[in-house]
């Protein structure tokens, strides 16, 4: 769902460890649309289709999904499900 667009490095493997996660410069350009979380300002989540061709930024390990992370996506934050970031990668 998600295919590099800048940086020689590969940062996204397939382990468990979360804490080794992509330095925030990485960006990714998604293959197809996907399920994302938002919440608003007043913390109130809803649910979210990232649309194919958005461009988004792992920021780390998401605060909501304990198998997911966190990205930026046009400067809004999201949490997305680790396979759904790595289906593709």
């Given at each position: 769902m998600t295919t590099p667009v800048v940086?020689?490095?590969v940062i996204l493997p397939a382990a468990t460890?979360?804490?080794s996660?992509?330095?925030a410069s990485r960006r990714y350009c998604t293959t197809t649309s996907f399920a994302?979380?938002?919440c608003?300002?007043?913390e109130k989540a809803r649910i979210v289709l990232l649309p194919k061709g958005a461009m988004l930024r792992v920021i780390g390990p998401s605060?909501?999904?304990p198998k997911g992370f966190?990205?930026?996506v046009e400067h809004r934050i999201y949490h997305v499900f680790e396979t759904d970031l790595?289906?593709?990668t």
């Open positions: 940086s020689p490095r460890n979360l804490a996660l992509a330095p994302a979380i938002h608003d300002e007043v605060a909501l999904l966190e990205v930026n790595l289906s593709s």
